[in-house]
């Protein structure tokens, strides 16, 4: 993992709790932590979220994904950590009726995205690949929890992505809520417990507009929850004059075609948010909100028409936007860091005059 720390500051809330941050790539994109013991426990966060990357990375040959991989169509002893998060990506295959398929791979790689995202030529005339429809679905790998064994059909290959992602993250927090309250942030996934540095409730966090970046759509309030985001405004490129995306859609092995262009989930833990927010924009505006809003989860969907639509449980979380100046402490800004995608979190400064107050940047997520 190529890693660039930097500890931007600490800061004391009105609760006394001091806050620490520590910032450094990760997952092919940024990661920020902020935490009282985000710097006593920086060494064991960056190398725990190595170790996970090393083993369930596409990208890197010698990962357990990719040996799973290249032994599709025998049964392969896996890591309890894989084990785990191939169970609960089976929950959700049948959760989505199959929107969410960890089995697109192939497709995926036909559309471009066939190295990491740095290393993609954004625009080339190369000529566009056929789409590639999934032969085999995530229903058909095998799972046996007495062995913990796993048998990918014949064929198949793994892209965990998102969901590693979101498994990751939680794994992050696991590790910190024992030490007080913490907002974890790769790219933009974000869990955060406890209450901020402004007092609370929660931490303040910003859905930016995927259209005119330097504005938000909105802020809410997040305690004791995770958010993500899921956008085709982002992790694009070009081939032969039409422009392309990481979000495939099972049914028809090609980039999601729908009138969803980003998508906001706030769910229990991170793994749900993305899979959530992603099964929202394949399924498109009408049948994405009726399907988070039967579930009863918080979302929000903003199309390419320019609407931003709210499930009823989203009203739970949203603040006034300027509800945090009101309060007299915390500000908005950017730090010039685009990993790619939509959620960035407004962290806090303490109240005008109140103490040594300092502003952490809005994050962008992926």
Not at 79 to 108: H, K, N, Q, Y
Not at 127 to 155: I, K, S
Not at 158 to 186: E, F, N, T
Request: aromatic fraction near 6%.
């Amino acid at each position: 993992m190529s890693v660039r720390q930097t500890v931007i500051g600490a800061d004391v809330n009105e609760r006394g709790i001091r806050f620490h941050t520590i910032r450094f790539r990760a997952l092919g994109t940024e990661a920020l932590i902020y935490s009282p013991a985000a710097i006593l426990l920086r060494d064991r966060l960056r190398e725990r979220i190595e170790e996970y990357e090393a083993r369930l990375s596409r990208f890197r040959p010698e990962s357990e994904v990719c040996l799973l991989s290249s032994r599709s169509g025998r049964t392969v002893p896996v890591s309890p950590e894989l084990f785990e998060l191939l169970t609960r990506a089976l929950s959700f295959w049948r959760e989505t009726d199959g929107i969410f398929d960890p089995l697109i791979l192939p497709a995926l790689e036909a559309a471009g995205y066939d190295r990491p995202f740095e290393a993609i030529a954004l625009k080339t005339d190369a000529p566009l690949a056929a789409p590639e429809r999934p032969l085999v679905v995530f229903g058909d790998v095998v799972l046996d929890r007495e062995r913990r064994t796993v048998r990918l059909p014949e064929g198949a290959r793994l892209d965990l992505g998102g969901i590693a992602k979101g498994w990751i993250i939680d794994r992050v927090a696991d590790m910190l809520r024992p030490h007080g309250p913490s907002l974890i942030d790769i790219g933009g996934d974000m869990v955060a417990f406890g209450d901020g540095p402004d007092g609370g409730p929660g931490w303040l966090v910003a859905v930016a507009n995927p259209i005119q970046v330097e504005l938000d759509l909105c802020w809410l309030r997040l305690r004791d929850e995770a958010v993500a985001t899921s956008t085709t405004a982002r992790r694009r490129w070009s081939r032969a004059g039409r422009w392309l995306h990481h979000l495939i859609d099972p049914r028809t092995g090609a980039p999601s075609q729908t009138d969803v262009l980003q998508a906001t989930v706030v769910a229990p833990d991170a793994v749900t948010a993305d899979v959530c927010a992603k099964t929202a924009l394949l399924l498109g505006a009408r049948d994405g909100f009726d399907w988070l809003a039967a579930r009863g989860m918080a979302a929000a969907l903003f199309t390419h028409a320019g609407h931003l639509l709210r499930t009823p449980a989203w009203q739970r979380h949203e603040v006034p936007m300027h509800e945090s100046r009101a309060k007299g402490g915390i500000d908005a800004s950017t730090d010039g860091i685009d990993a790619g995608a939509r959620t960035r979190s407004s962290r806090g400064l303490r109240p005008s005059g109140g103490g040594r107050g300092w502003l952490l940047p809005r994050r962008r997520s992926a």
